[in-house]
């Protein structure tokens, strides 16, 4: 390829500074926010925060009552286990009651 250069370092550092500047250039330009769009735009943010704060304590207090339901069930299930063995005697009782529920609905 006839005239093709192999930029060297010196080229390559000054398109790396031609293109700074014209970012630079670009970005002085660009108009800019006027007091009433910071504004709004910061109530909007507000808005969002005590949203987001909102639905973080509703997660709270939904994983709070959670615990709580899964404690009693389990201080139900250890009160359970811990229950004396029922007597004869109360045993009898319970099978009596269940052969005279049974003869009174056949009749």
């Given at each position: 390829?006839?005239?093709?250069?192999?930029?060297g370092?010196?080229?390559r550092?000054?398109?790396?500074?031609?293109?700074?500047?014209?970012?630079?250039?670009?970005l002085k330009?660009?108009?800019?926010?006027?007091?009433?769009?910071?504004?709004?735009?910061?109530e909007?943010?507000?808005?969002?925060?005590?949203?987001?704060?909102?639905?973080?304590?509703?997660?709270?207090?939904?994983?709070?009552?959670a615990?709580?339901?899964?404690?009693?069930?389990?201080?139900?299930?250890?009160?359970?286990?811990?229950?004396?063995?029922?007597?004869?005697?109360?045993?009898?009782?319970?099978?009596?009651?269940?052969?005279?529920?049974?003869?009174?609905?056949?009749?």
């Amino acid at each position: 390829m006839k005239g093709f250069k192999d930029p060297g370092f010196q080229d390559r550092a000054a398109a790396s500074a031609r293109a700074k500047k014209s970012a630079l250039e670009k970005l002085k330009a660009a108009p800019k926010p006027d007091e009433a769009e910071l504004a709004a735009g910061a109530e909007r943010q507000k808005a969002r925060d005590a949203k987001a704060a909102a639905k973080r304590e509703a997660i709270k207090a939904e994983r709070e009552e959670a615990q709580r339901i899964e404690q009693e069930k389990r201080d139900a299930a250890r009160a359970e286990r811990e229950k004396p063995e029922p007597t004869e005697a109360e045993r009898k009782a319970a099978r009596d009651a269940k052969y005279a529920a049974r003869k009174k609905r056949k009749g």
